[in-house]
């Protein structure tokens, strides 16, 4: 029977769960509060140094769970709901983030009719102070901005043209009850200035770029911009300098790292078209995909990290100028900041620049050999992205890699295996053992240790199901909604992988400022008791998803 609430005075006590040791607690610290509801602790706890330990009587620790309900619904909260009470003590408050479309004040439409003078339909613009009008043709809607009266400057079309000829048909357009975020998005995206935004599918006005930025300080469009107006690599430099500083103020503001990772994720894609189109000729940049990889590909990169792109080319081009804008490319993505990968997984190398055709050939060898290199290869590719060029190529490679995979358990099996690849956190050498030995520096590579296994465990479940998002948390999401993954666990997942990204967010903020290399390291002994706690119950939640991708793929027989 648990008959009292431990405060760690003095020394050190271990939590264990079986032979692992899954927490542990120091000077100031607690356990075991959730026990006191159950009056059973789950797991057992030791003193590892000789401790001094004040007992709250549990009758106390009750009643005051009843004066005070927000102190206990920290303790007793799911993993998920407790990430979620950080989220709001961190203060997220109303922004391009919280904010609905319908909170910032748009005019109503004007609409004219395609088949009006371009004459009439800037007159009327200038009259009523417009940048943009809806237009209608037939049971068509377009738009037309006074970015179009300068391309009919430019280009030299009559003022008598019909309206309907010079207008965009293409509309993207947002709900009114849509998050002004994917306002945000779609314009950096695009590198569009005006947004359609509709009440069930009626325009009801035009939500501008001038209308984002006076309702949130906020620098993502210009720097989507810069980039679109930039001519040298040295224009690109001071555009990346640009990202590091709004990446950093953002995450300042609370905003979540899936919303700033995709953020992050369409500003790179721009950047990368850009560099891409300033180092190749002409002929091989309009005859070629360029793709991003790895955690960019998924859009859950938010620092720079190691280069991991590759090339699709057309059929004909010739492979010496190919091979020297693929080199420029990569060495000016040194000098940008983005190491070299490692492993070699960048345009430069032969390995990763094919033809559809070559790929699709590649792919299908790397499907019927899944180990080693090709396993991993493989395992890379799956996460592509199409940065600039044509996305059908990408989605030929794709549809060629799943009709190569071996419909069989073992194939599975070995396709799970990294999952394993990093040892779990145990008392001899692991994580927990150096807190336990008070080194005083005690850092964890948090890829190693909690993102990668559920990023990976959620990839091989993805592919296994046909699920073609690549966003880790677009996954779950799919997984959730055909059955695989129960909502509890994959909320844990969702909240726990956030909670890691922002930490090694913090941690490369941290080193960015004391201008050291960016890493996936974070200094544990310099986190906060409630972030200790938070990063206990991630590393459970890691675990407990590692035991079920173990049992679903038998990974103990192999």
């Not at 009259?127 to 179009?148: A, L, M, P």
């Not at 990202?243 to 990368?272: C, D, H, S, Y």
């Given at each position: 029977?648990?008959d009292?609430?431990?405060?760690?005075?003095?020394?050190?006590?271990?939590?264990?769960?079986?032979?692992?040791?899954?927490?542990?607690?120091?000077?100031?610290?607690?356990?075991?509060?959730?026990?006191?509801?159950?009056?059973?602790?789950?797991?057992r706890?030791?003193?590892?140094?000789?401790?001094?330990?004040?007992?709250?009587?549990?009758?106390?620790?009750?009643?005051?769970?009843?004066?005070?309900?927000?102190?206990?619904?920290?303790?007793?909260?799911?993993?998920?709901?407790?990430?979620?009470?950080?989220?709001?003590?961190?203060?997220?408050?109303?922004?391009l983030?919280?904010?609905?479309?319908?909170?910032?004040?748009?005019?109503?439409?004007v609409?004219?009719?395609?088949?009006?003078?371009?004459?009439?339909?800037?007159?009327?613009?200038?009259?009523?102070?417009?940048?943009?009008?809806?237009?209608?043709?037939?049971?068509?809607?377009?738009?037309?901005?006074t970015?179009?009266?300068r391309?009919?400057?430019?280009?030299?079309?009559?003022?008598?043209?019909?309206?309907?000829?010079?207008?965009?048909?293409?509309?993207?357009?947002?709900?009114?009850?849509?998050?002004?975020?994917?306002?945000?998005?779609?314009?950096?995206?695009?590198?569009?200035?005006?947004?359609v935004?509709?009440?069930?599918?009626?325009?009801?006005?035009?939500?501008?770029?001038?209308?984002?930025?006076?309702?949130?300080?906020?620098?993502?469009?210009?720097?989507?911009?810069?980039?679109?107006?930039a001519?040298?690599?040295?224009?690109?430099?001071?555009?990346?300098?640009?990202?590091?500083?709004?990446?950093?103020?953002?995450?300042?503001?609370?905003?979540?790292?899936?919303?700033?990772?995709?953020?992050?994720?369409?500003?790179?894609?721009?950047?990368?078209?850009?560099?891409?189109?300033?180092?190749?000729?002409?002929?091989?940049?309009?005859?070629?995909?360029?793709?991003?990889?790895?955690?960019?590909?998924?859009?859950?990169?938010?620092?720079?990290?190691?280069?991991?792109?590759?090339?699709?080319?057309?059929?004909?081009?010739?492979e010496k100028?190919?091979?020297?804008?693929?080199?420029?490319?990569?060495?000016?993505?040194?000098?940008?900041?983005?190491?070299?990968?490692?492993?070699?997984?960048?345009?430069?190398?032969?390995?990763?620049?094919?033809?559809?055709?070559?790929?699709?050939?590649?792919?299908?060898?790397w499907?019927?050999?899944?180990?080693?290199?090709?396993?991993?290869?493989?395992?890379?590719?799956?996460?592509?992205?199409?940065?600039?060029?044509?996305?059908?190529?990408?989605?030929?490679?794709?549809?060629?890699?799943?009709?190569?995979?071996?419909?069989?358990a073992?194939?599975?099996?070995?396709?799970?295996?990294?999952?394993?690849?990093?040892?779990?956190?145990?008392v001899?050498?692991?994580?927990?053992?150096?807190?336990?030995?008070?080194?005083?520096?005690?850092?964890?590579?948090?890829?190693?240790?909690?993102?990668?296994?559920?990023?990976?465990?959620?990839?091989?479940?993805?592919?296994?199901?046909d699920?073609?998002?690549?966003?880790?948390?677009?996954?779950?999401?799919?997984?959730?909604?055909?059955?695989?993954?129960?909502?509890?666990?994959?909320?844990?997942?969702?909240?726990?992988?956030?909670?890691?990204?922002?930490?090694?967010?913090?941690?490369?903020?941290?080193?960015?400022?004391?201008?050291?290399?960016?890493?996936?390291?974070?200094?544990?002994?310099?986190?906060?008791?409630?972030?200790?706690?938070?990063?206990?119950?991630?590393?459970?939640?890691?675990?407990?998803?590692?035991?079920?991708?173990n049992?679903?793929?038998?990974?103990?027989?192999?």
């Amino acid at each position: 029977m648990v008959d009292s609430l431990y405060l760690v005075m003095k020394g050190l006590v271990r939590e264990m769960a079986g032979d692992d040791v899954v927490g542990a607690y120091r000077e100031h610290e607690t356990f075991d509060c959730r026990a006191l509801a159950t009056g059973k602790a789950v797991h057992r706890f030791v003193v590892h140094e000789e401790a001094l330990l004040c007992a709250f009587p549990r009758e106390d620790v009750l009643t005051l769970i009843d004066k005070n309900p927000a102190f206990g619904a920290y303790f007793f909260a799911a993993v998920s709901d407790k990430f979620g009470q950080l989220a709001q003590k961190r203060g997220e408050l109303q922004s391009l983030f919280t904010a609905k479309i319908s909170d910032v004040g748009f005019r109503s439409p004007v609409f004219l009719d395609a088949s009006i003078s371009i004459s009439d339909a800037t007159r009327l613009m200038k009259e009523q102070h417009r940048h943009s009008i809806i237009v209608r043709d037939e049971s068509k809607i377009g738009i037309f901005t006074t970015g179009d009266c300068r391309d009919i400057i430019a280009n030299g079309i009559s003022y008598q043209t019909p309206l309907g000829e010079c207008s965009q048909f293409s509309l993207l357009t947002c709900e009114n009850s849509d998050y002004l975020f994917t306002a945000l998005l779609m314009m950096t995206q695009g590198n569009v200035r005006h947004i359609v935004v509709t009440d069930n599918g009626t325009p009801i006005g035009v939500l501008s770029q001038a209308d984002l930025l006076s309702f949130f300080s906020n620098h993502s469009l210009l720097i989507a911009q810069q980039l679109e107006l930039a001519t040298t690599v040295d224009d690109l430099v001071r555009a990346t300098k640009d990202m590091e500083t709004l990446v950093t103020t953002l995450a300042i503001q609370g905003m979540k790292m899936p919303q700033l990772a995709r953020l992050v994720q369409a500003l790179n894609a721009q950047f990368m078209a850009r560099l891409w189109q300033m180092v190749a000729p002409p002929e091989i940049y309009e005859n070629t995909s360029l793709l991003a990889m790895g955690s960019e590909g998924r859009g859950e990169q938010i620092l720079k990290s190691d280069q991991d792109n590759a090339l699709i080319l057309a059929e004909g081009l010739d492979e010496k100028e190919v091979e020297e804008a693929s080199n420029r490319f990569t060495e000016e993505m040194i000098r940008l900041g983005y190491p070299l990968c490692p492993g070699g997984i960048m345009v430069n190398q032969k390995l990763w620049r094919h033809t559809e055709k070559g790929w699709c050939q590649v792919l299908q060898k790397w499907a019927r050999q899944p180990q080693g290199d090709p396993l991993m290869n493989l395992i890379i590719f799956l996460d592509a992205k199409t940065v600039t060029g044509s996305s059908t190529w990408l989605a030929s490679c794709m549809a060629a890699l799943r009709a190569g995979l071996r419909d069989d358990a073992s194939w599975f099996s070995r396709m799970a295996l990294p999952i394993e690849q990093f040892p779990n956190q145990r008392v001899e050498g692991g994580f927990w053992w150096q807190m336990l030995n008070r080194e005083e520096s005690v850092r964890l590579d948090i890829k190693k240790a909690g993102i990668f296994p559920i990023v990976h465990g959620i990839r091989v479940l993805a592919l296994e199901n046909d699920v073609e998002v690549t966003n880790t948390f677009d996954r779950i999401e799919a997984l959730v909604s055909r059955g695989i993954l129960e909502k509890a666990l994959a909320n844990d997942l969702n909240e726990s992988l956030s909670f890691l990204m922002r930490l090694r967010l913090d941690a490369g903020v941290e080193a960015l400022r004391e201008k050291r290399t960016v890493s996936n390291d974070v200094n544990t002994t310099s986190l906060s008791t409630l972030d200790k706690d938070l990063l206990k119950d991630a590393l459970l939640v890691v675990k407990r998803f590692k035991q079920m991708i173990n049992q679903r793929y038998h990974l103990d027989r192999l």
